[in-house]
């Protein structure tokens, strides 16, 4: 476990997202979460999975409030956030959570001020989207300092990854994504599959994306996740888990391309559209 300071005044924003669902995007959040905080990070999951609250359900939790309580002040963030496994934070969704793009001002400022003071509690908030591109999804991927995108060998995966890597791109002016290959045999199944994404992005976008890793298929994820608990801590030398520990290390040891970005401030007055008023 780390002891030093590192990323301790510079909150790490991490949207992991998809262009396709079933790629198994929550798992991932959820494993390297605890891997993150094994290493003696402080992390925050913030599930904006709009509507399905597949955190809470992957890890057998049962919140009592959600961020609909924070949004009509009913109460405050600390209220409503919840430990995990190991002790991650999680802010748990609701269906509610769709509205982030209809509040009103007094809304909007009120949930901004609940979150701005997150860098003193933790280093890292991994947000876990919805897939596809909703005006949603893309918002969470345009506030965080870190876009990663969750793929699988299969055509539509790919497909649909490419979808919301033009969208961003062609529409936000989004530069940099990170490809994280899921369900393959190894190393050279993830490198094939990465590879044929690359060719499309750079002859048609024109642009480079980055080659975060892979996850492999491992039987032991989906018994864990019948079980409603993460592989890491059920099976921590399955493969998988193997693969987790060093993915939560590469992006620990890579220095965000996003840090111009800002912190939490930037993060939530993005996506609530209000970084005028805050001075971001």
């Known amino acids: 476990m780390k002891s030093d300071n590192h990323n301790r005044e510079h909150l790490r924003t991490i949207t992991i997202t998809s262009g396709k669902g079933g790629v198994g995007k929550t798992n991932i959040v959820a494993n390297v979460a605890i891997s993150l905080q094994r290493r003696g990070r402080r992390v925050m999951i913030f599930d904006a999975d709009l509507g399905l609250c597949n955190v809470d359900v992957l890890l057998g939790l049962s919140p009592r409030y959600n961020i609909q309580h924070v949004i009509n002040g009913e109460k405050r963030l600390e209220d409503i956030i919840i430990k995990g496994p190991e ?17 009103n001002e007094v809304q909007k400022l009120r949930l901004l001020e609940e979150f701005e003071g997150l860098h003193k509690r933790v280093d890292y908030i991994l947000i876990d989207t919805g897939a596809g591109i909703s005006t949603n999804v893309t918002f969470f991927c345009l506030g965080a300092q870190d876009i990663v995108v ?32 899921n369900y393959v045999s190894g190393e050279a199944e993830a490198r094939e599959v990465f590879r044929r994404l690359q060719l499309v992005t750079e002859r048609f976008l024109n642009l480079s994306i980055n080659y975060l890793g892979f996850i492999p298929y491992d039987p032991m994820v ?38 111009l970005k800002g912190g939490i401030q930037f993060f939530f007055g993005n996506i609530l559209g209000v970084g005028e008023n805050v001075g971001i």
């Open 87 to 103: 002790g991650i934070l999680i802010v748990p969704a609701s269906s509610g959570i769709e509205e982030l793009t209809h509040l």
């Open 150 to 181: 969750v793929v699988t060998p299969e055509p539509t995966s790919l497909t649909d990854s490419y979808a919301l890597i033009k969208v961003l791109h062609t529409k936000y002016q989004e530069k940099y994504f990170n490809i994280l290959v």
């Open 222 to 259: 989906p018994r864990c996740v019948k079980m409603q608990n993460p592989v890491i801590v059920r099976y921590p030398n399955s493969p998988s888990s193997r693969a987790f520990s060093d993915l939560s290390r590469r992006i620990e040891d890579t220095h965000s391309r996003g840090m």
